[in-house]
């Protein structure tokens, strides 16, 4: 059974419009990420959220919002899309946010902007 | 910043063959990195596969080994004889920094040819 649920698993979006990418994770973990690969890219770092605080946050656009609403909860809602958005957006939980906690990650949502 | 560079894919091999995929690191702002190698089969979400977090020291697991060398700032993962059920995107990564941010490589595709 995952662990980490990601939904939806698909997402195609018109430019300009407003998403919620879904997260929760059952692990009973503490801290919770989020990553993000575009075409021909690393997985790069975007948030991390530690007993529902922020604790890192990588992404220089504001349209980007992480929302969590209960501590296994990390969702992220993106606004103003942009084709460049255009990517698989991965969810991650660890136990806690030391380093060397290992991570988890969710199957993504992958997510077309047209 | 902190960089990854690994082998681009796809890498495809014969099954019972070996398998190595490169990575180096770039890793300004931890002073004592820790290395991953993290796994993604099909359908499936990123998995760890091995770790170390010590310099000179070798990470196994399913038959594949890396050895965190800091003199070459290198982390290359290798197994001796591939299996078909080894298909999967690789991915090196660094970590070790406060909020246990993860840094990826780009991934490398592995298809192993039965």
């Known amino acids: 059974d995952p662990k980490i649920i990601q939904k939806p698993k698909y997402l195609v979006a018109v430019t300009g419009s407003e998403k919620i990418l879904i997260c929760e994770q059952y692990?009973?973990?503490?801290?919770m990420y989020w990553y993000r690969q575009s075409a021909k890219k690393p997985l790069e770092f975007m948030f991390s959220y530690s007993y529902q605080k922020l604790m890192d946050n990588q992404t220089a656009s504001s349209r980007f919002q992480p929302q969590s609403s209960k501590k296994n909860h990390l969702d992220l809602q993106i606004t103003a899309l942009k084709p460049d958005d255009s990517a698989t957006y991965f969810c991650?939980?660890?136990?806690?946010?030391?380093?060397?906690?290992?991570?988890?990650f969710g199957k993504g949502t992958r997510l077309t902007v047209v | 910043g902190d960089s990854v560079t690994q082998t681009e894919g796809p890498v495809t091999v014969s099954e019972s063959e070996s398998l190595i995929i490169n990575c180096t690191y770039s890793?300004?702002?931890?002073?004592?990195?820790?290395l991953f190698w993290y796994v993604r089969y099909p359908g499936e979400g990123l998995q760890l596969l091995l770790k170390v977090i010590t310099a000179g020291q070798k990470g196994s697991s399913r038959g594949f080994e890396a050895t965190y060398n800091k003199e070459t700032t290198s982390f290359h993962l290798q197994k001796a004889s591939v299996q078909e059920s080894d298909s999967a995107v690789y991915y090196c990564?660094?970590?070790?920094?406060?909020?246990?941010?993860?840094?990826f490589g780009i991934g490398t595709r592995v298809l192993v040819r039965p």
């Open positions: 990564a660094l970590g070790g920094s406060a909020g246990n941010k993860l840094t």
């Open positions: 991650a939980s660890s136990q806690d946010g030391q380093p060397n906690t290992e991570v988890f």
């Open positions: 890793a300004t702002s931890i002073a004592y990195p820790n």
């Open positions: 692990l009973g973990h503490n801290a």
